[in-house]
């Protein structure tokens, strides 16, 4: 259906330069980048390149932060205060920054208005109301003694976010951050830093003190390898690929820094033919095509029973005949772009190599347009499970549906993989579906649903998905130390 609202005004670029210590600066070097909207192709703004010296400024800045001066004297119930008025600023702003995130990131609007804004302002308020329910306990211990713990923050974090939700993963880092009493020193995506620079004049506007949130945009091997190695950052919070990681985990060992990991993967989606099939049809295309496919999550190895498998396979074609690509800002554009060349020419590669491997592609496959990154809502039948499209993360608009007929067989394909972080299944029979959440081994289960996120429910992966987890209670835990006091009453 033709929808009447207009496309969204072009956002004023306010903010391109480094913050550091409560100051807008430009790199000490003076060179810059240019982040472009994936749309067009067309640069939006030069931003400041950070570099191992900014790096520097930003760490020392956020050690004073958390070691002396005001942050260090607030009372916990203060810090949630400004949590809670960091997310009614950016609630009070949310139409200005689901442009932004659409410009630079290339996601549509709808998109980012339906989920990126309400899951940002839902994590911060999330661990605002947190902030006053940090507490340890008191042990028995043998003897004569008053045996305490505390929990208290772990100091300065290094947080190196991805691209695909650039404003979302900022929250998901700062919220619990913030809470504990850390300070921060944020490294966003070099494709796409405006919404986290966004985010910290309004963290500024709502009263952290100067220090206590520190962005450096850049690139990974300086600015953001910097960080990691930098000797006053205790922690690194990590977003993006396993093989970075892999290098965070290498630079990070000559401090032993604490390491928080949330990386790819490839996650089982699995229909049995008891499903609704209406809603798993639905289910099974968001979960993957959401967000141009460029999501941790994605459900990317769609496993469906024999029986209902062509009935199923065409009810996907249908839906990606009829998906509208286009320009991010209208808000009737269901698929923007990809995020940049190089995401493109990765997706096409292994679209090439789906295709020489002997899956049939029957949708897609192809660029959208003349300009911008877009690929074709694409869908592989016959794929099977050696095949490269079958076990490597692509991160873009390509599904992969996959037959199966026994169960056992079936759970033992759907954790043939390196990597854990979602699953999901899709029945009606509460005993396979607890039987499939039970047997797969990933830090998330939805069942007879997808990509539901709520600030309280933790996230992460096995394996090779990650360590550590986000959201919840245990997202929490990485951000503080716990200190045991024993007291001599003798
Ligand atoms: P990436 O892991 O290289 O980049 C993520 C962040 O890490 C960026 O801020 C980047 O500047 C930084 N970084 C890169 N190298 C670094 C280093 N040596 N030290 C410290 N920080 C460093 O991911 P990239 O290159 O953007 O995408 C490559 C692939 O990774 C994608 O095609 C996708 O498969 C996967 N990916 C997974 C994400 C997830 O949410 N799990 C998010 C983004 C990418
Ligand atoms: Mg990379």
């Not at 600066?25 to 010296?53: H, M, Q, R, W, Y």
Request: net charge negative; charged share 25%.
């Amino acid at each position: 259906m033709a929808t009447v609202s207009p496309v969204a005004a072009l956002p004023k670029i306010k903010h391109t330069q480094c913050f550091i210590g409560g100051r807008w600066v430009d790199s000490l070097s003076g060179k810059t980048f240019e982040t472009v909207n994936p749309a067009t192709e067309e640069v939006i703004a030069t931003v400041a390149e950070g570099d191992a010296a900014d790096v520097d400024v930003a760490a020392k800045a956020a050690r004073d932060a958390f070691e002396s001066g005001e942050w260090r004297k607030m009372s916990a119930r203060e810090r949630g205060r400004l949590l809670y008025r960091l997310a009614d600023l950016i609630e009070e702003n949310q139409e200005y920054l689901a442009a932004l995130e659409s410009l630079d990131n290339g996601k549509p609007i709808r998109d980012s208005r339906a989920a990126d804004l309400p899951l940002t302002i839902q994590c911060l308020r999330y661990y605002a109301g947190y902030a006053d329910k940090i507490h340890g306990y008191t042990i028995p211990i043998d003897g004569n003694f008053l045996c305490y713990t505390r929990k208290v923050p772990t100091g300065v974090v290094g947080q190196i976010i991805p691209w695909n939700f650039p404003m979302l993963m900022t929250a998901w880092k700062w919220g619990p951050a913030l809470t504990a009493g850390c300070t921060i020193v944020m490294k966003p995506a070099e494709q796409t830093p405006l919404t986290c620079l966004a985010m910290a004049a309004l963290a500024q506007e709502a009263g952290f003190p100067d220090g206590v949130i520190n962005v450096v945009p850049g690139f990974g091997p300086t600015a953001g390898a910097a960080v990691v190695r930098h000797p006053l950052i205790d922690k690194i919070a990590f977003t993006g690929e396993h093989r970075t990681a892999q290098i965070i985990m290498r630079d990070a060992s000559e401090t032993l820094k604490r390491l928080t990991f949330e990386l790819g993967g490839k996650s089982p989606n699995i229909v049995f033919d008891d499903c609704d099939l209406d809603a798993a049809v639905d289910g099974a295309h968001f979960g993957l095509y959401f967000n141009q496919g460029q999501c941790c999550c994605a459900g990317s190895r769609l496993f469906v029973h024999e029986a209902i498998h062509d009935k199923f396979v065409d009810r996907l074609v249908a839906k990606n005949q009829v998906r509208r690509l286009g320009n991010p800002l209208d808000p009737a554009t269901e698929q923007g772009p990809q995020v940049d060349q190089a995401q493109y020419d990765k997706i096409m590669s292994f679209v090439d190599k789906g295709k020489s491997e002997g899956a049939r592609c029957l949708t897609g496959g192809e660029r959208f347009g003349d300009r911008g990154f877009f690929v074709q809502p694409t869908l592989f039948e016959g794929v099977t499970d050696q095949m490269s499209i079958a076990s490597d993360e692509i991160f873009g608009p390509v599904l992969s549906v996959l037959k199966f007929r026994d169960m056992n067989d079936l759970i033992r394909r759907a954790n043939n993989t390196m990597y854990g972080l979602a699953a999901a299944v899709w029945t009606r029979d509460i005993k396979k579906a607890h039987y499939v959440a039970e047997q797969v081994r990933a830090g998330t289960v939805w069942v007879n649903c997808y990509n539901v996120f709520d600030a309280a429910a933790p996230f992460g992966g096995f394996k090779m998905s990650g360590s550590g987890r986000e959201l919840g209670e245990d997202g929490l835990k990485p951000y503080l130390e716990t200190k045991t006091v024993t007291m001599s009453l003798g």
